[in-house]
């Protein structure tokens, strides 16, 4: 280790234990915390060892120089990474003092994969597998020899249907007056899923025509033109399959018995402390589909997004286990059918997550799907994607409850108790601990 690395981790060691922190897997708010004291000191110490390192010519100031940069650069990195345009700046200004920016390259990238780490391993605590970017290998490493089987069976596609397909193709084959007018002539033998596409068209056309989408707003905004809209009219059409719909910062079922709920922080049940969703759909009036947005799309960070993943693989788990639970009589083989289905904003992109048991105690969440949302009418071919999309959700909720029905008469009629599902899971008590009251 090189002596202004040695002395970097000293350093970082002697603040650690002045503010006893706690580890970060365990405690984001003191991390926080943590940060934000870290960078008030070290920016001190910095700014005055930059100073005195003016006054220094010899070789060993330049090398303190170096490694004060490092440490400064560290202690002011905010979440995973800088913003591209702010580390960009960064960088240009360190080169420009003669400092070594490739060193700082590699101290941040490193910090980016141990946050990664650190979210897989909150996932794994919980018995989950991600399979989607950016755990897919680390989860690879982790089963090792059962990483085959674990992985096998995750693809699920859908075709549109031809007349569909040649709709779309004369729809937007001409500029977008064309396609207003177009649009607004009835279909031929239309069926839930056309008419769907068509109303999404329309409400994308008339953003296009009139101003566009406002890129630059919030995830509440974002999410209104977006996804609030495409969901919204989805219940409107498969009224068969999804029985309602509600948006901003929901609970789902599961979530309301606490042995069921792996989100809810270990605090006094008083705090009414929960990990809430940004919509949820329902069958049967129960939440069967739950949407997470990370951001507004020029918002976006990775830290983030990561915790929006750990989020709904949690979340996914608290879904099945709901079923599971209500259902444990029934066969096993029929409960690793049912399929948790998550929808996660990010950027610009859509993608459509599915949760499932695939082992004794032991569940995956992989992607199945991902498209762009078109933000202007030379994007309106992604449009296609957005079809897609409604099409994968109408295969997967009539899968799912056609699988709940199964589960539900294999609970009365099922006398294999030992192949139940009861015997397959395994449900975190995550009750808060008492508090004693001072009287």
Known sequence: MKKSEKNYQLKLARLTDKHKIVTLRNASDQVLDFQSKLTEEVNKESLSEARSAKLEESTNSKKATDKNDI?????????????????????????????????????????????????????????????????????????????????????????????????????????????MSKIEIPLRNPNNLSNWTREVCRHFLLYFNYGGLQIEGDEKTWSTQTVYRMLDLFSMFFRKIISGVSFGEIINEAQNDRKYNINYTQKPSQSGCASKNDGVMYQEEVSTLIYEQSFGPTEFTDLHHLNDIVK????????????????????VTTAKKLKSISVHGYKYFLSIYVTDLIRVETYRMYEIFSCKIPISYSERWELFNIAKFGALLEKLLTERQGVKEEMCREQVLNDDKAHSVQRWIKIPDNSPPKVKRNK
């Open 71 to 179: 440490r400064y650069y560290l202690s002011n990195k905010q979440e995973t990474t800088e913003s591209a345009g702010t580390l960009t700046n960064s960088l240009k200004r360190k080169s420009e003092l003669g400092y070594n920016i490739t060193e700082i390259e590699i101290k941040a990238d490193d910090e980016k994969i141990s946050i990664e780490k650190q979210k897989f391993l909150e996932m794994r605590k919980r018995n989950i597998y991600p399979l989607c970017k950016p755990f897919r290998e680390l989860s690879k490493e982790d089963a090792e020899g059962l990483f085959d089987e674990i992985s096998s069976n995750t693809n699920i596609v859908v075709e549109l249907p031809n007349n569909l397909k040649e709709y779309l193709k004369e729809l937007f084959s001409g500029n977008i007056e064309n396609a």
């Open 312 to 331: 709904l693989s949690r979340n996914g788990v608290d879904d099945l286990n709901f079923h599971f639970t209500k259902n444990s009589n029934c066969d």
